[in-house]
C-alpha cells in the first residue's frame, strides 16, 4: 500500500506563495477562519499544508474572477 505524505510549508515558503502576505495578516486571517491553521511541529514551530494553501490560493483567484 502507497501512503502519500503531504509537504509542509514553513513560515517564509507560505509567505512567498501567498504573494508576500505577511505574518499579522495571516494570523489575523487565521483567527477569523479564512486562512488555513497551521499544524505545531514542536514547542516554537509551525507548518502549514501544502495543499490547504494552494486550495486558498485557488479559492482566492475563483473569487477575484467572479461577477
Same mark, same amino acid.
Given at each position: 500500500?502507497?501512503?502519500? #505524505?503531504?509537504? *509542509?510549508?514553513?513560515?517564509?515558503?507560505?509567505? @512567498?506563495?501567498?504573494?508576500? *502576505? %505577511?505574518?499579522?495578516?495571516?494570523?489575523? *486571517?487565521?483567527?477569523?477562519?479564512?486562512? !488555513?491553521? !497551521?499544524? !505545531?511541529?514542536?514547542? %516554537?514551530?509551525?507548518?502549514? *499544508?501544502? %495543499?490547504?494553501?494552494?486550495?486558498? #490560493?485557488?479559492?482566492?483567484?475563483?473569487?477575484?474572477? @467572479?461577477?
Amino acid at each position: 500500500m502507497m501512503t502519500c #505524505i503531504e509537504k *509542509l510549508m514553513n513560515e517564509s515558503e507560505v509567505k @512567498e506563495a501567498t504573494g508576500g *502576505l %505577511s505574518r499579522t495578516t495571516r494570523w489575523r *486571517l487565521i483567527r477569523d477562519g479564512q486562512f !488555513p491553521k !497551521p499544524i !505545531p511541529i514542536s514547542n %516554537s514551530r509551525k507548518a502549514w *499544508l501544502e %495543499s490547504e494553501i494552494q486550495e486558498w #490560493i485557488r479559492r482566492k483567484v475563483a473569487a477575484s474572477r @467572479e461577477f
